[in-house]
């Protein structure tokens, strides 16, 4: 989960970029934001984000995808400059 400030508003809380994780089925969540830049002030729309056996990806509107092979506990922008970020989707392309 991705965090916005709300339906007028759709950009990170406070400028910052982070992907909740829970492990207990909701009970509880943690921020996971190591390697995400900061601040940010981006978007990231409801379809914009996807997983696979390999890891979790997302896109922003400003045109990057971000990625985790870790679980969250390490981010790297997989790639820049594209057009706003529509849609992920992950597919084993192997």
């Not at 900061?38 to 922003?60: N, Q």
């Not at 400003?62 to 989707?89: D, H, N, R, Y």
Request: net charge negative; charged share 20%; glycine share 12%.
């Amino acid at each position: 989960m991705i965090p916005e400030e709300g339906a007028e508003n759709r950009v990170t809380n406070d400028g910052r970029l982070g992907v909740y994780r829970t492990k207990d089925g909701g009970a509880s969540w943690e921020l996971t934001a190591n390697g995400l830049p900061h601040p940010a002030w981006c978007a990231v729309l409801r379809e914009a984000a996807s997983f696979d056996e390999g890891g979790v990806y997302f896109g922003t509107q400003s045109g990057s995808v971000f990625m985790t092979e870790t679980g969250g506990e390490s981010w790297f922008e997989a790639v820049a400059q594209l057009p706003p970020i529509l849609s992920v989707e992950a597919a084993d392309w192997r």
